[in-house]
Nanobody
Framework: QVQLVESGGGSVQAGGSLRLSCTVF????????MGWVRQGPGKEREGVGY????????YYADSVKGRFTISQDNAKNTLYLQMNSLKPEDTATYYC???????????????WGQGTQVTISS
């Protein structure tokens, strides 16, 4: 059974950095489309960004562009989300997600991690 297991959440002050990890278990390779989705308190779920793991092309939401970076380590079957210059509004539960469906978009995600909490204090 395929599992996405996240780690790396925590609490930091505004301006700080965190790196989230998402390891894929149950597959010998990473799904071609993997991304990060977040849901803040009282907010709707928001796509943070995604990566085509075959081409390494990435897409980011405007709210995180220039501050967040998605990367992959194929040898470890692991996806990363490096978050810099964090703001209080980045506070949310962050989910790793994936799909084999085309196109690579949040609406097509059918594999989800359990979520990891990120809290940014001002």
């Amino acid at each position: 059974q395929v599992q996405l297991v996240e780690s790396g959440g925590g609490s930091v002050q505004a301006g700080g950095s965190l790196r989230l990890s998402c390891t894929v278990f149950g597959y010998t390779y990473m799904p071609y489309c993997m991304g990060w989705v977040r849901q803040g308190p009282g907010k709707e779920r928001e796509g943070v960004g995604y990566i085509n793991t075959e081409t390494s092309n990435t897409y980011y939401a405007d709210s995180v562009k220039g501050r967040f970076t998605i990367s992959q380590d194929n040898a470890k079957n692991t996806l990363y989300l490096q978050m810099n210059s964090l703001k209080p509004e980045d506070t949310a539960t962050y989910y790793c997600a994936a799909t084999h469906k085309w196109p690579c978009e949040m609406r097509n995600y059918n594999l989800w991690g359990q979520g990891t909490q990120v809290t940014i204090s001002s």
